[in-house]
C-alpha cells in the first residue's frame, strides 16, 4: 500500500484546521478582553499560572491514555467487546484520577498558594480547584479527538472541537464579565464550557459502549502509559518551568506567555499534523518498517515540510495582529514571536525520531531523556531569567528541545535502524532556527527593525523548504498543469 498523498493532506487539513479553532479563537478574543480599562499583562500573567495548574492536572489525569488508545486501538479494533471495554474503561480511569487528584489539592491548598509570590495568586483555592477541572475535562476531550482521530470518525472529530472551542470561550467571557474582567472569571468560566462538553462526550460514549471498568486491559495500558507519564511530567516541567520562574516579574511573564499563548495556536495545528501522519505511520510500520522505508520517510519528510511552511507563514500575521489590536504592555509580545516559533521545528524533529519508540513501545527511554532535558532547563532557567527574563526563557527551553531531538534520533537508530533523510530532517530546521537566532542577536546589537528581521526570518524558511524540495514542488506543478491543459 502506497501513500495517498492526496486523502492524507485532506485529512491533515481537516484535522490540524478544526483542533486549531480552540486555540486560534482563543487569540482573538484577547483584544477585546485587553485594554487599558480591561486586562493587562499582570492579568495575562496570572491566566499563564492557572494554566500551568490546568497542565499538569490534564497530564496527571491524562495518564498518557490519548497514546495508549491510539495505540491498543489497532489490537482490539476487530473484536466489538474488547473494543467497548478498552473505551469505557479508559474514560472512567481519567474522571477516577480526577477525583483522586481534587482531593489532594483540596487538602494541600494552602501549601500550594505559598509558592507564589503574586498575592492574588497565593489564595489557591480561589481558582485551583476550577483549573484542575479543566485539566479533567481536557483529558476526556483529549483522549475522545484522538479515538476518533485514529478511527477516521472525521464528523465526531470536528464536533467535539468545535464544541470545546465555542462553548469553553462564550463562558469564558460570561465569567469575564460577571467578575468584572478578574482572570478568576476566565478560569471559572474555562470549567464551567469545558464540563458541558466533557458531559456530551462522556453520555455518547456511555451510549455506544456501555459503562465498564476493566482491570486487565487498563493494566496492559498503564504499563505501556507510566512511562510516558513520567515523561509527561517531566515535559509539563519543560514547558512550564520558565513561567514559574517568571512569576516574580509580572509584566514580564504577561508578555511571554502572550507570545507563547500564541505559539499554542500554531503549536496545535502542527499536532494535527502530526496526528493525521502517526496513524498512517503506525499501518506502514505494522505491514514492515523496512518493507515500506520509502512511504514513511516521504510521510515524516512532508510532515517537517509542513510545519516549517506553517512557522514561516504565521510569524508577520502574528506580529501585526499584536501590533495593531493590542494596547497594554502586552503588544510587546510582537517582537519575540519569530523566536518563539522557531522552536517548533525541534518540537516537530522530535516527534517524527519518536515514532519508531512508541511503536516499537519504548516508551521507558523518554522518563531518562525528558529528565535530563528539565534538570538543563531548570539550570538555564535559575541563570539566565534573573539576567536576561524572556530572552533566558528561550535559551534555556530551545536547549532542551536540541538535547530531545538528539536524543530520541540516536536512541531510535539502536532500537531500529531507520535511512531518514536527515538533511530535510535534522540538518535544515536547525540551521534555520540558528539563523533565526543570529537575526534576533542582530536586532538587538545592530538596532535592525523588529519587522526587518521578522521577514528575514520568513524568508530563510521558505526558501529552506524551496531548495529541499524543488524536485517536488517541480513534479507538482507539471502535474497541476498537465492537469489544466487536458
Given at each position: 500500500?502506497g ?25 482573538l ?20 499560572i ?12 491524562l ?103 465555542f462553548?469553553?470561550?462564550?463562558f ?153 489590536f ?90 531500529a ?67 489544466q491543459?487536458?
Amino acid at each position: 500500500m502506497g501513500v495517498n498523498i492526496k486523502e492524507h493532506l485532506k485529512l491533515s487539513l481537516v484535522y490540524s484546521g478544526v483542533a486549531a479553532v480552540p486555540p486560534v479563537l482563543q487569540v482573538l478574543i484577547q483584544p477585546f478582553i485587553e485594554g487599558n480599562d480591561r486586562l493587562n499583562a499582570m492579568d495575562f500573567s496570572q491566566i499563564g499560572i492557572a494554566e500551568m495548574v490546568t497542565s499538569l492536572a490534564f497530564t496527571i489525569t491524562l495518564f498518557s491514555m490519548g497514546n495508549a488508545i491510539s495505540r491498543f486501538l489497532y489490537d482490539v479494533e476487530d473484536d466489538r467487546t474488547a473494543y467497548d471495554k478498552m473505551v469505557s474503561s479508559t474514560f472512567n480511569s481519567i474522571l477516577l484520577r480526577g477525583l483522586m487528584l481534587l482531593a489532594v489539592a483540596f487538602l494541600l491548598k494552602d501549601h500550594i498558594g505559598h509558592i507564589f509570590s503574586q498575592e492574588g495568586l497565593r489564595n489557591f483555592g480561589s481558582f485551583g480547584f476550577a483549573a484542575i477541572i479543566t485539566g479533567i475535562n481536557r483529558s476526556i476531550i483529549t483522549t475522545a479527538a484522538a479515538l476518533y482521530r485514529n478511527e477516521k470518525r472525521v464528523r465526531a472529530f470536528v464536533i467535539v472541537n468545535l464544541a470545546n472551542a465555542f462553548v469553553r470561550i462564550g463562558f469564558q467571557l460570561i465569567g469575564l464579565f460577571f467578575f468584572d474582567m478578574s482572570f478568576l472569571g476566565f478560569v471559572y468560566g474555562s470549567a464551567v464550557g469545558s464540563s458541558i462538553v466533557t458531559a456530551g462526550v462522556l453520555l455518547a460514549t456511555y451510549k455506544r459502549s456501555g459503562i465498564r471498568y476493566d482491570r486487565s486491559i487498563l493494566k496492559e495500558m498503564n504499563q505501556f502509559a507510566w512511562p510516558l507519564v513520567q515523561y509527561g511530567v517531566l515535559a509539563w516541567g519543560l514547558n512550564f518551568a520558565d513561567k514559574y520562574f517568571m512569576e516574580r516579574f509580572p509584566s514580564d511573564l504577561g508578555i511571554y506567555f502572550t507570545a507563547v499563548n500564541f505559539a499554542m495556536g500554531m503549536q496545535i495545528i502542527i499536532q494535527g499534523l502530526q496526528a493525521a501522519t502517526q496513524p498512517e505511520i503506525y499501518r506502514f510500520m505494522k505491514e514492515g518498517t523496512q518493507k515500506n522505508e520509502g512511504e514513511i520517510r516521504s510521510l515524516s519528510n512532508m510532515l517537517m515540510a509542513q510545519t516549517q511552511l506553517i512557522i514561516a507563514l504565521f510569524i508577520l500575521p502574528v506580529m501585526l495582529y499584536l501590533t495593531l489590536f493590542y494596547e497594554t504592555d502586552v503588544r510587546f509580545a510582537a517582537s519575540f514571536i519569530a523566536l518563539i516559533f522557531v522552536r517548533y521545528l525541534p518540537r516537530t524533529q522530535y516527534v517524527i525520531f519518536s515514532f519508531i519508540l512508541y511503536y516499537e513501545k519504548k516508551t521507558r527511554f523518554f522518563l531518562y531523556l525528558n529528565l535530563v532535558s528539565l534538570l538543563v532547563n531548570i539550570g538555564l532557567n535559575i541563570i539566565l531569567i534573573p539576567r536576561l527574563l524572556i530572552y533566558g526563557a528561550v535559551i534555556s527551553i530551545m536547549v532542551a528541545d536540541i538535547i530531545q531531538v538528539i536524543g530520541a534520533y540516536v536512541y531510535s537508530q539502536r532500537i531500529a535502524p531507520f535511512k531518514w533523510n536527515l538533511n530535510k530532517l535534522l540538518y535544515s530546521p536547525l540551521i534555520c532556527m540558528l539563523l533565526v537566532i543570529l537575526l534576533e542577536i542582530s536586532k538587538n546589537t545592530l538596532g535592525i527593525g523588529q519587522y526587518t528581521s521578522a521577514v528575514l526570518s520568513v524568508f530563510i524558511l521558505i526558501a529552506a523548504i524551496v531548495i529541499l524540495y524543488r524536485n517536488d514542488i517541480i513534479r507538482l506543478m507539471d502535474k497541476l498543469w498537465k492537469r489544466q491543459l487536458s
